[in-house]
């Protein structure tokens, strides 16, 4: 080992780490015939955001998608769609971006942190079944792709799950895509995400009363008259009170192209995985990684925050 006096003040790597292009000739096709159609904004459900909600409804197996400007905003109002409010808390993983939190104030209610799984970044099933009180909802997050055990959460409560998949787009839990568990699931399109708008988000889910409530909290009155069919929910067609949520149309082109490369860029990081996995072992790293059933397929990972890293946990350490 060289001495620490010797390198202090020097660039000690100076191989520059690959990056590979986050948008290609497709997203930049897509953007320069949005922009030669001249219609960038979108208040109804035109043919690009019905194009982004559609792709998602087909990755999710989910019957409905929404469309919105953040990951955040589809958190805010999935909860907001299952009746999150300041009678109970929603309880959350602490393993998670501080955007599960804050959706969780602005939905009205207060977060509940429950345990983790020892060897898992994700919400602990026992821990749930134990947690002492009195809760509206479940945040149960994706956490760096890993799907979270969702059976086993919901065989511990009757709640509705409200699923964080921001870290998660393609990921499968024992042969089903996440999205489609729980009673909502959220996508974030933000640029560092594996399929990225720029900024942007997603909520599936095939609860028409989560969605019909969900879409009321960020969307145009036209768009709500055309689709509320709740009785309850008909009068905001006229009032149009509500956050203003939608997705920009640049964003919806640029992330339904990404969509269609997911697949390509969920290879190539398991691939890279592998080998870090290899050489790690190799020195024998004291790590341990999260294993997945054979059913199950780790969600999707961005260029720009891919160190599978991110997922293994020390050894004997839990995910501290």
Request: aromatic share 6%; hydrophobic share 40%.
């Amino acid at each position: 080992m060289a001495d620490r006096s010797s390198t202090a003040g020097r660039q000690v790597v100076a191989i520059p780490f690959p990056r590979t292009a986050k948008y290609g000739t497709a997203e930049k096709e897509a953007v320069c015939a949005a922009l030669e159609d001249g219609h960038l904004s979108d208040i109804d459900r035109g043919p690009r955001i019905a194009a982004i909600e559609d792709a998602f409804t087909a990755l999710t197996g989910a019957q409905h998608a929404l469309s919105f400007n953040s990951g955040t905003a589809s958190l805010h109002a999935a909860l907001h769609g299952v009746g999150a409010g300041p009678h109970a808390g929603v309880v959350v993983s602490p393993m998670t971006w501080v955007s599960a939190i804050t959706a969780v104030l602005q939905a009205g209610s207060y977060p509940v942190f429950c345990d983790i799984e020892q060897t898992s970044p994700n919400l602990s099933a026992d821990s749930l079944a134990h947690l002492p009180g009195t809760y509206s909802a479940v945040l149960a997050t994706h956490a760096w792709g890993i799907p979270a055990r969702m059976d086993d959460l919901a065989d511990v409560t009757k709640l509705p799950i409200v699923e964080d998949c921001s870290h998660a787009h393609g990921a499968v839990y024992r042969g089903r895509p996440v999205g489609s568990w729980g009673a909502a699931g959220c996508f974030s399109l933000q640029e560092s995400k594996s399929v990225s708008g720029g900024e942007g988000g997603v909520m599936t889910t095939s609860d028409r009363q989560v969605y019909e409530r969900a879409l009321t909290l960020g969307h145009h009155p036209r768009r709500l008259d055309r689709e509320l069919t709740l009785a309850s929910l008909r009068p905001m067609a006229a009032s149009g009170a509500a956050y203003k949520f939608r997705m920009p149309v640049l964003s919806a082109v640029i992330a339904t192209e990404q969509l269609r490369g997911l697949p390509g860029r969920m290879k190539a990081a398991e691939a890279n995985f592998a080998t870090l996995c290899e050489v790690l072992a190799s020195f024998d790293a004291p790590i341990t990684v999260p294993t997945l059933d054979e059913t199950s397929v780790r969600g999707g990972t961005a260029p720009r925050s891919s160190s599978p890293s991110a997922s293994m946990t020390l050894s004997g350490c839990g995910t501290c």
